[in-house]
């Protein structure tokens, strides 16, 4: 019986897969990443989400003597997060064998291999960013003018300071040709040599304004805004505790004042509250910018229309949390009912691609542990929080063989306020 080379060639193939995976990847350094066990792959949904722990925190207590006897304790309320598969589903490339075999034969496996494991990453930042900006809360600079200083960058670093979001890594995201507006006020190059080539050509400043890195990517989401009309107010007063929120950070609000029938409003528009402020989460003071209290924003997460009324339910990304004496307070004061709405792209629709600012706890992406399947090889590698599966087949009507790439994301947001769509000023 002959020897069967096929399990050296998968592994090959692995190796080449993953050495192409990393060095075209951005966005994905920068998101925290896990491994997904308890899903159905084959189905694509699990019968649970996957839960991931919220950090806590506390509200400090003061005493003139110490004596704590009357003081209530601090609540102990740890939120969950829940990650949901991709609704887009598999992400699958597949090449024909005998394209593997030339490849094998000549010494040209990473040839063939790198733009497959390019393309693949392509499609997961792509939809990467578009999670994120559809989840990122807040908003930086006037809407619809473009990057073109330095200072437009550090206003989101400036209100990550304020907004008081956590240590650890931060991140701006911008649209490639925005770097070359900075370019004749680039003075640091921040690449370092031992990072993948793709990261390399992305970072164009280290270290700057509280942010660890600026990079580009070609990669943001673009979305046209609604035409929603004037006049918005809140129709009814939603709730505003913690525990409400705790386990999704978002809200479902009812607007009235829209276009008749027509008033739309687009997943990736942002809302602002002018009645209710955006507080510091540790201090609890209020966000201030230039004397002026920046306003509570959220951002719309799917697509609606106004009834025959006027009126729309719409569920966004960020919370308006105000308790007495809370420990997790996000505003001054709760949204109350005929509280104004105002559209922070204006009531007439507009092209969108706004930069992002983020913090690496903003959000999460994991990739469900695919099973291996029935067939003449089949290989799994779990590599930095990414699950790659290489399957061989044949396609007995086509009389082929051929393999097939795959992998199976899953996104969470751990904190909406932790991400900033991100523009320029006037």
Not at 61 to 66: E, P, Y
Not at 259 to 285: D, H, I, W, Y
Not at 396 to 425: C, H, M, V
């Amino acid at each position: 019986m002959p020897n069967n080379y096929q399990s050296n060639t998968n592994e090959k193939l692995l190796r080449s897969f993953i050495k192409g995976f990393e060095s075209s990847t951005v966005l994905l350094n920068t998101v925290s990443k896990q491994l997904v066990n308890d899903l159905d792959a084959s189905t694509g949904a699990g019968a649970t989400p996957v839960k991931m722990k919220r950090p806590t925190q506390y509200k400090p207590v003061r005493s003139a003597d110490g004596d704590l006897t009357s003081t209530t304790a601090n609540p102990v309320q740890v939120g969950s997060v829940y990650g949901h598969v991709s609704a887009n589903g598999y992400i699958t490339v597949y090449v024909e064998n005998t394209q593997v075999e030339e490849a094998l034969e000549t010494d040209q496996l990473d040839a063939l291999l790198m733009p497959i494991a390019e393309d693949m990453v392509i499609t997961c930042e792509s939809e990467l960013a578009q999670y994120m900006t559809r989840a990122a809360q807040l908003h930086s600079g006037t809407a619809g003018v473009a990057i073109s200083k330095w200072s437009d960058i550090a206003n989101a670093g400036a209100l990550f300071k304020e907004i008081g979001a956590p240590a650890g890594k931060k991140y701006a995201a911008i649209n490639s040709f925005d770097e070359t507006v900075l370019a004749d006020l680039q003075t640091q190059l921040g690449v370092n040599p031992e990072v993948n080539q793709a990261w390399n050509d992305a970072v164009i400043k280290t270290g700057f304004a509280g942010l660890n890195q600026v990079m580009t990517t070609n990669n943001l989401d673009e979305y046209a805004s609604g035409v929603p009309g004037t006049g918005i107010t809140l129709a009814a007063t939603p709730a505003a505790t913690y525990v409400t929120y705790k386990d999704s950070y978002q809200m479902s609000l009812s607007l009235t004042g829209l276009t008749v029938t027509t008033g739309t409003l687009k997943a990736g528009q942002q809302l602002s509250f002018p009645a209710s402020s955006l507080l510091n989460m540790r201090n609890g003071k209020i966000v201030r910018k230039s004397g002026t209290a920046v306003p509570f924003t959220a951002t719309v997460l799917a697509d609606v229309t106004a009834d025959g009324s006027g009126n729309a339910t719409v569920l966004v990304s960020g919370a308006a949390i105000f308790e007495s004496g809370g420990a997790y307070n996000t505003v001054n004061a709760a949204l109350t009912s005929g509280d104004t709405v105002t559209i922070i792209d204006g009531a007439t629709s507009v092209d969108k691609r706004p930069a992002l600012a983020y913090c690496e706890g903003f959000v999460g992406m994991g990739s469900v542990v695919l099973p291996k399947l029935h067939s003449i090889d089949s290989n799994i590698i779990n590599h930095k929080g990414v699950s790659i599966r290489v399957h061989r087949f044949s396609d007995g009507l086509g009389n082929k063989n051929r393999y097939r790439f795959d992998i199976l994301p899953t996104f969470a947001t751990f904190n909406p306020s932790w991400g900033i769509q991100l523009e320029g000023t006037a």
